[in-house]
């Protein structure tokens, strides 16, 4: 039996209006502009306002992605979130989102691969969808990362924002589509990037709270060197795997972590800058809605076209990674 192909249908995206600078960051911390921008190439963040948590900022992008694919909420079958930021423990942001948008025949449940989420997710929506279990899959990926970032330590608060992007998949017709799926895990490095507090290891308590446990911790440059391999490794397997050549790419869309991460990846896949989607200056990393949230962009900037081919790319905490090749 052949298979029907299945893309995106819809996007959204959605990030706080409040805007974090640099400047700001310079009242806070021991840093500086410059130091910031060379790094890492961000000038500032987006914050959510004190009201806002993750399903509304997920609410908000998943409303323009439905709408963007032409349908209603009544037309999603299933909901995943990737997000390491949820509302709460339980129940999931996507059955808070479920009921947000007012969906009730969908299913609805949260994913969890840090920055590499959004992708996971795709893949996961993907098949689920090719193998007749669901029609149209709603993805997103939220994270409000500000309630989660120590404002008092240099190495993560210049870093990271809060936003959320979504994406319809659906069947789309023969040629498109997504063509391959790169996943991976290594587990061994799980200490390198966490939030260690707040689980069943190490419950939250007076002690947890004082050790600022419930905080990212990163040892920045071993994550550093980690990313820099495996973007563009991660990037090449799923281009094998598609049958397409590097030359073939017509904008890729990486994790936005760092500018000289996303350079680097440039460089291995011998693609000049213009060919990636980049909009950490504005964003930071946004860990799974980073890449959402540049799709997003792209379409509404008009730089994707019908049969053009995109190729997404992340990593981050687990450690994780995915890339995938997709022909809008
Ligand atoms: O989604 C995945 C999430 N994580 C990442 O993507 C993080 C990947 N890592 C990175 O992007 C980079 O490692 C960082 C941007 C975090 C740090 O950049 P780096 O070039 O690796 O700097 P470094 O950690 O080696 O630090 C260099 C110096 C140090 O000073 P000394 O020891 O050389 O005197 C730091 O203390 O820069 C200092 N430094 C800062 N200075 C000003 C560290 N953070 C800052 C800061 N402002 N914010």
Redesign the pocket.
């Known amino acids: 039996m052949k298979v029907q192909p299945v893309g995106i249908i819809g996007t959204g995206k959605y990030v706080p209006e409040r805007i974090l600078t640099n400047q700001e960051l310079e009242q806070m911390?021991?840093?500086?502009d410059e130091?910031?921008v060379t790094?890492?190439g961000i000038k500032e963040r987006r914050m959510a306002a004190a009201a806002e948590a993750t399903s509304d900022l997920a609410f908000e992008a998943s409303k323009k992605a439905i709408e963007a694919a032409g349908l209603t909420a009544k037309d999603i079958d299933l909901i995943i979130v990737a997000t390491i930021t949820p509302d709460m423990f339980f129940p999931s942001t996507a059955c808070l989102l479920q009921d947000k948008l007012g969906a009730p025949q969908a299913a609805a449940f949260d994913l969890s691969a840090?920055?590499s989420g959004f992708i996971y997710g795709l893949a996961t929506a993907t098949s689920m969808i090719s193998t007749g279990l669901y029609k149209h899959v709603l993805v997103v990926g939220a994270e409000t990362l500000s309630r989660i970032t120590d404002y008092t330590d240099?190495?993560t608060c210049?870093?990271f924002g809060d936003g959320a992007g979504a994406v319809v998949l659906g069947h789309v017709e023969e040629g498109r589509g997504f063509k391959s799926f790169e996943l991976g895990a290594d587990g061994s490095g799980g200490e390198l990037?966490k939030v260690g507090g707040g689980g069943s290891r190490m419950p939250a308590s007076a002690e947890s709270l004082s050790e600022k446990q419930h905080f990212i911790h990163?040892a920045?440059?071993d994550?550093?060197k980690f990313?820099v391999r495996i973007m563009g490794s991660a990037a090449e397997e799923a281009l094998a795997k598609a049958g397409i050549s590097k030359e073939e790419i017509d904008l890729l869309v990486p994790?936005q972590?760092?500018i000289?991460?996303i350079q680097s990846a440039m460089n291995r896949l011998r693609l000049s800058e213009d060919k990636a989607m980049i909009n950490l200056h504005r964003y930071g990393?946004m860990?799974a809605a980073s890449i959402p949230v540049a799709l997003a962009e792209a379409v509404e900037q008009d730089r994707v076209k019908k049969g053009d081919c995109l190729v997404f790319v992340g990593?981050?905490?687990g450690l994780t990674w995915g890339a995938s090749v997709l022909i809008w």
């Open positions: 911390v021991e840093t500086n130091w910031i790094r890492t840090a920055c240099r190495n210049i870093l990037l990163m920045g440059n994550v550093f990313a994790h972590a760092n000289r991460i990393n860990s990593f981050g905490g």
